[in-house]
Nanobody
């Protein structure tokens, strides 16, 4: 099992920056990928950015060029640097990790951290 704890959310004005962190514990050596998702009120949860164990990155079109996902050398922490924030980036941001098992892939989610961007 993998446990995830997010931090770094908050209130920021449009055009500002925030950096989210997600610390993983447990069997982190088995993690296949880690990513950030977000869910705004009344909307479905959506992928923001993800990074695989091999370092490949994937971004939602809406955040390309503004957000950067990275991870620590120990691969136990993943970060989301968010620049040029917009009001539409307001959401609860969740960290997710997945790993393979003999019964198929499993995943784990963090508790979420609120990001609010004021106009």
């Amino acid at each position: 099992q993998v446990q995830l704890v997010e931090s770094g959310g908050g209130l920021v004005q449009a055009g500002g920056s925030l950096r989210l962190s997600c610390a993983a514990s447990g069997v982190i050596s088995s993690i296949n990928s880690m990513g950030w998702y977000r869910q705004a009120p009344g909307k479905q949860r959506e992928l923001v950015a993800a990074i695989t164990s091999g370092g490949r990155k994937n971004y939602a079109d809406s955040v390309k060029g503004r957000f950067t996902i990275s991870r620590s050398n120990a691969k136990d922490t993943v970060y989301l640097q968010m620049n040029t924030l917009k009001p539409e980036d307001t959401a609860v941001y969740y960290c997710r990790a997945d790993w393979p098992t003999g019964w198929g892939p499993l995943d784990s989610w963090g508790q979420g951290t609120q990001v609010t961007v004021s106009a």
